[in-house]
């Protein structure tokens, strides 16, 4: 059974840095390519990172520069860093896995962890 448990959202300043975590298992994490997803509040889910089995990544041109995604592949974790935070980047962040490679359809979600960017 597929699950994918985030953590680390809190309530950061802006211009502040935060890193999420999400903790996968029950498939064989390193097959998968991995996303981070989010929602503003009573906005729809915008797509924020990507990455392959293989440690490729991709970036919303949102987030370019300012967030960078990894994953440790020996413990099943992905992680978003996020610097340079703004108000606009307040929203539940959702950690995701794909069919297989970057271009495939998401098919499983965390419940999502909430980051609130705020002074």
């Known amino acids: 059974q597929v699950q994918l448990v985030e953590s680390g959202g809190v309530l950061v300043q802006p211009g502040g840095s935060l890193r999420l975590s999400c903790a996968a298992s029950?498939?064989?994490?390193?097959?998968?390519?991995m996303a981070w997803v989010r929602q503003a509040p009573g906005k729809g889910l915008e797509w924020v990172s990507d990455?392959?089995?293989?440690?490729?990544?991709y970036y919303a041109d949102s987030v370019q520069g300012r967030f960078s995604i990894s994953r440790d592949n020996a413990k099943n974790m992905l992680y978003l860093q996020m610097n340079s935070l703004k108000p606009e980047d307040t929203a539940v962040y959702y950690c995701?896995?794909?069919?297989?490679?970057?271009?495939?359809?998401?098919?499983?979600w965390g419940k999502g962890t909430l980051v609130t960017v705020s002074s």
């Open positions: 995701a896995k794909r069919d297989r490679g970057s271009t495939t359809p998401i098919l499983y």
């Open positions: 029950g498939f064989t994490f390193s097959s998968y390519s």
């Open positions: 990455i392959s089995g293989d440690g490729r990544t």
